[in-house]
């Protein structure tokens, strides 16, 4: 049985990774305030203890996208077998979904 993911501390790991901003600098990751409000919804339904399921109008420009990716790579580093899989276009998804599913 896997453990539970927390979300508080994923928030504090992201929170210290170095990232790229717009101008390819490398930065300290900042949560945006579409990105704390996603984590927030995320720590809110862990509590109530249900499936962490969020749909988000137009992600890529908040920023969602870039804490998901940082939410799969937090749950591959701390995971003993994860399973999580990114598809950045929707050409890919169906192909990533039936890779992962096999």
């Known amino acids: ?5 927390n979300y508080r501390h994923i928030r504090k790991f992201l929170e210290r990774l170095p ?5 390819k600098q490398i930065v300290p990751f900042r949560l945006r305030p579409a990105q704390e409000k996603f984590m927030r919804v995320l720590e809110n339904l862990q ?27 937090a749950t591959a580093f701390w995971s003993t077998m994860p399973t999580c899989a990114s598809s ?6 169906r192909r990533t979904l039936w890779r992962v599913l096999r």
């Open 1 to 5: 049985m896997s453990a539970r993911i």
């Open 47 to 73: 509590d109530k203890r249900r499936p962490p399921r969020v749909i988000v109008v137009k992600s890529r420009r908040v920023g969602i996208s870039r804490i998901c990716t940082g939410l799969l790579f």
């Open 19 to 23: 990232i790229k901003n717009e101008r």
């Open 88 to 93: 950045p276009t929707a050409r890919n998804r």
